[in-house]
């Protein structure tokens, strides 16, 4: 599967919290004749998954794919083949490719086959990458635990951003904060930093990545591109301040 919905309990009617994307890793917790209840490997963060959507792996495959060097895709959308089945499935920007070798990686028997966009893991990534990255979700809608173009929300565009300049950070925004390097003022911050806002009762419930000239790219009712300032995002359309700031932390 290019993309797994990830849910808050063992039920299609359950709240999605996040999305597990193609070639991610995860621990079995607890499983139901239907569901499986898992951990990501890459940030700890759980939930349930629909069974048939799964793969599951023997302890000696999985730990092999946890190890190897791993590609990551970088066009929003392409096409994968599934050599053993000869049957092609679409990946988006962010799936992960463990072990990819000369173009092919095997997981669970099934050799795949993957001629565009990839970066490596540990490719040197500088903030205007970042801010590159970022701007491949523009415009994509606003979707509660979403993780890919096409609905995303503010801490998993945060995250699916980093995670494609080899920096993995946590899934919600409260969680990031406590991640990276604080820094102290706006005026001090670099592109591809983070900030993040907070509600009237200061909790941190909003994140988004600095671009140039004073302007954040962000999640709010879709993905787009606001002025900030010391007070917070000041959005363009509305013409008010939408989110307060509390901090700005940076990860590369």
């Known amino acids: 599967m290019c993309v797994i919905p990830v849910r808050s309990d063992p039920s299609d009617k359950s709240e999605m919290v996040t999305q597990l994307l193609f070639g991610e890793l995860f621990y079995v917790n607890d499983t139901t004749e239907q569901w ?5 490997v890459n940030d700890s963060y759980g939930g349930w998954i629909d069974r048939k959507q799964g793969c599951m792996l023997d302890e000696k495959e999985f730990e092999q794919l946890r190890k190897a060097p791993t590609s990551l895709v970088t066009d929003v959308v392409q096409l994968m083949c599934n050599k053993t089945l000869n049957l ?59 993780r890919t173009p096409f609905g995303i929300d503010c801490s998993g565009l945060t995250q699916v951003t980093m995670k494609l300049c080899g920096v993995q950070i946590a899934r919600n925004a409260s969680q990031q904060a406590l991640q990276g390097k604080p820094i102290d003022f706006l005026s001090e911050a670099m592109p591809g930093d983070l900030a993040f806002f907070e509600n009237t009762e200061n909790h941190i419930v909003h994140t988004g990545i600095i671009l140039y000239n004073q302007k954040i790219i962000h999640a709010s009712g879709k993905v787009r ?4 300032d010391h007070e917070g995002i000041f959005n363009n359309d509305l013409h008010c301040y939408t989110h307060k700031l509390r901090i700005i932390r940076r990860y590369i």
């Open 36 to 40: 499986i209840k898992v951990t990501c």
């Open 88 to 146: 092609y499935f679409p990946l988006v920007i962010g799936c992960s490719l463990p072990g990819i070798m000369e173009k092919t990686l095997t997981i669970a028997g099934n050799d795949y086959y993957f001629d565009s966009g990839m970066a490596s893991a540990d490719d040197k990534i500088n903030g205007a990458k970042v801010c590159e990255y970022a701007r491949h979700f523009l415009n994509a809608p606003y979707l509660w635990g979403g």
């Open 225 to 228: 591109v606001d002025d900030i």
